[in-house]
């Protein structure tokens, strides 16, 4: 099968602004074309190379037209494979507190090597994600109380499991916060029952 003629059954990639307004038809110049394409999405969002080439591909952009397109869009720094990781990396830890695993998973997903990914993550401090899996902790403790210790034990580390942090890491997390939280209940109580033995005037 010709690439023309799967091209010819692709359907058309997500609406960006401005999309409706290219013209695709025969006559069309790919390049034109291309570079519109990419610069839509890049208004919109900021995106990898691997998405640019997936939305190129979505219009039916021929392979050496759309890489020269992309790699001039590289030279002048439009695409930025380094940048946008890193930017997606303080985002995403800083925003929803993912920790490093999730976030390779991510930024795998969206095409960007491995190589580019481990320099993007060496930004992360480990003084700030055993910062950031203590809050995640500390914001979801409180509406585990009803449960026994075990099954808090697991929920929480469940949430950071879900975030990307290890094993070793949630646990550790969660056992100390679960201490704190037990012993701020035996202090509460024993306030309490020193109030209540406390002679009435």
Same mark, same amino acid.
């Given at each position: 099968?010709?690439?023309?003629?799967?091209?010819?059954?692709?359907?058309?990639?997500?609406?960006?602004?401005?999309?409706?307004?290219?013209?695709?038809?025969?006559?069309?110049?790919?390049?034109?074309?291309?570079?519109?394409?990419?610069?839509?999405?890049?208004?919109?969002?900021?995106?990898?190379?691997?998405?640019?080439?997936?939305?190129?591909?979505?219009?039916?952009?021929?392979?050496?037209?759309?890489?020269?397109?992309?790699?001039?869009?590289?030279?002048?720094?439009?695409?930025?494979?380094?940048?946008?990781?890193?930017?997606?990396?303080?985002?995403?830890?800083?925003?929803?507190?993912?920790?490093?695993?999730?976030?390779?998973?991510?930024? +795998?997903?969206?095409?960007?090597? @491995?190589?580019?990914? !481990? =320099?993007?993550? %060496?930004? /992360?401090?480990?003084? &700030?994600?055993? #910062?950031?899996?203590?809050?995640?902790?500390?914001?979801?403790?409180?509406?585990?109380?009803?449960?026994?210790?075990?099954?808090?034990?697991?929920?929480?580390?469940?949430?950071?499991?879900?975030?990307?942090?290890?094993?070793?890491?949630?646990?550790?997390?969660? +056992?100390?916060?679960?201490?704190? @939280?037990?012993?701020? !209940? =035996?202090?509460? %109580?024993? /306030?309490?029952?020193? &109030?209540?033995? #406390?002679?009435?005037?």
């Amino acid at each position: 099968m010709t690439r023309g003629a799967s091209h010819t059954r692709r359907r058309p990639g997500p609406a960006e602004p401005g999309d409706a307004t290219l013209d695709l038809g025969p006559g069309a110049d790919p390049e034109s074309v291309a570079r519109t394409i990419v610069l839509n999405k890049l208004a919109a969002q900021p995106r990898s190379r691997h998405e640019l080439a997936q939305a190129l591909d979505a219009k039916a952009v021929p392979d050496e037209v759309a890489a020269a397109v992309l790699d001039r869009f590289e030279e002048v720094g439009l695409v930025d494979d380094g940048a946008f990781a890193a930017a997606w990396v303080r985002s995403r830890h800083s925003g929803r507190g993912l920790a490093r695993r999730a976030l390779t998973h991510e930024l +795998r997903g969206k095409g960007v090597p @491995d190589e580019v990914i !481990d =320099a993007s993550l %060496d930004q /992360l401090d480990p003084a &700030d994600e055993w #910062a950031a899996a203590r809050r995640l902790v500390e914001r979801r403790l409180a509406s585990t109380r009803r449960f026994d210790r075990t099954t808090r034990a697991r929920r929480l580390a469940g949430l950071l499991a879900r975030k990307g942090y290890p094993t070793a890491m949630a646990m550790q997390v969660v +056992r100390a916060a679960l201490d704190a @939280d037990a012993e701020a !209940d =035996a202090n509460a %109580d024993a /306030l309490a029952d020193v &109030d209540t033995a #406390a002679p009435v005037d």
